[in-house]
């Protein structure tokens, strides 16, 4: 604490300029635009810097290397999981699938699931629970909706329901991947549930 001459006491004076938080929010927003349009290998900290219209000295006092950077913007994104269970079994797994296909189509955490399938297969250091924080919500979800039907006795006990949620998401993931701008449609959902469903229901 400091004194004045009048022995009242202050404060101790801060040493350099506050963080702010705008220019947090600027540069992560920034990083994750950028890695969705270059990936990671191409994404500078210069680039973020422009983008996010700040100095490159602003960033580099926040962050010592890229890979910190990234890694920091990712953790500032969560995926808000809103799909309500209705109790209706086929009704609930189409308007899941529907959102995880809606979310990797428009979501930053979606568009950038590729650069971070990518990041991983290359870099055996990647922390992969970037990609698992997104769609656990989603696998959670599902299985906890097939596992209900089998509790009602929709669904036969012997049913993988991991492999269920696995074939749901995967179609989803892989028409995204490679269907060349073509995402499902949601009739093309409606069938597929309804092909997965006509061989895990139990026989009445």
């Known amino acids: 604490m400091r004194e004045t001459r009048e022995g009242h006491q202050l404060a101790p004076r801060t040493i350099g300029r506050p963080r702010s938080r705008n220019a947090d929010t600027a540069i992560l927003k920034a990083t994750v635009s950028l890695l969705g349009e270059s990936g990671f290998q191409g994404l500078t900290m210069e680039q973020v810097a422009r983008r996010a219209g700040v100095g490159r000295a602003t960033v580099y006092r926040r962050w010592k290397t890229k890979e910190e950077m990234i890694i920091n913007a990712l953790d500032s994104l969560m995926a808000d999981f809103d799909v309500p269970e209705t109790g209706d079994l086929h009704g609930d797994l189409f308007a899941m699938t529907c959102w995880l296909r809606d979310g990797l189509l428009n979501a930053p955490e979606g568009r950038l699931l590729p650069h971070l399938a990518a990041q991983a297969v290359s870099d055996p250091n990647f922390p992969t629970s970037h990609m698992e924080t997104w769609v656990c919500p989603w696998r959670d979800a599902v299985e906890r909706v097939l596992v209900g039907g089998q509790d009602m006795g929709l669904v036969r006990k012997d049913v993988n329901v991991t492999g269920i949620v696995d074939m749901l998401g995967g179609v989803v993931i892989l028409r995204l991947f490679l ?26």
Request: hydrophobic share 40%.
């Open 179 to 204: 269907g060349h701008g073509r995402p499902l449609s949601e009739d093309q959902i409606k069938d597929m549930v309804d092909a997965v469903l006509h061989g895990a229901l139990a026989k009445g």
